[in-house]
């Protein structure tokens, strides 16, 4: 009877124990510990959390924003940031970046940010976003590519400034588009996008690519051509 007693309780600490410090290895569930690690600061549409409260809460007060105070950075709240970039003399990108955050009043929130060296951990992982949707199917060095042609628009004087603002401008990339910019990115997109942000070009300054198979506008055809890798034309 001892023995038996004895061995309940071994094995109901053992059962404890499994499940205090079980963790699920899931795909959500490692994006989900990247972005709590490096809580995002620019923020930009798919972003949730207390900062995009705030900014809905001011804009709803100031008559740009008519949605829901949730804390999702939505179609509604880039509408709304985009009508207060406007009306401000700022530029107009729908991305709540450190000039619109002044704007609005939250210079604190991006001071944090950029003395924690926390944008680079946020563009990253949002690049690493871009080019999984863009180019999960492609081999490496072209996801490298599509990374660094976000990058190289960045640079770009007929660009966004950031690569939030590159991303999501409107019509830019069909993955933002068609909502696969919010898919979990795996390690070879991560990577991919830290070797761009690392310097490595492919593309040699490219500042557009395309699928010939499957693009349907008839404006690129007029970029010229300076490379193929994989599926993807690019060109300047």
Known sequence: MKRFIILTIAFTMVFLSILLFYEPKSPIHTASRYEAMFAPR??????????VRIVQDKLLRWGFYDGEVDGVYGPRTYR?????QAKHGLQVDGVVGPATARALGMPEAV?????TGINRQTDEYLLARCVHGEARGEPYVGKVAVAAVVLNRVKHPSFPNTIAGVIY?????????????????????????RDALNGWDPTYGCLYYWNPATATSKWIWSRKVMLKIGKHWFGI
């Open 42 to 51: 620019t923020l930009y549409w798919g972003v949730q959390g207390q900062d």
């Open 80 to 84: 709304a940031v985009r009508k207060f």
């Open 111 to 115: 001071a944090a940010a950029a003395n």
């Open 169 to 193: 401008q409107p019509l830019a990339f069909t993955a933002v588009a068609d909502g696969q910019i919010n898919l979990t990115p795996n390690k070879d997109s991560i990577k991919a996008a």
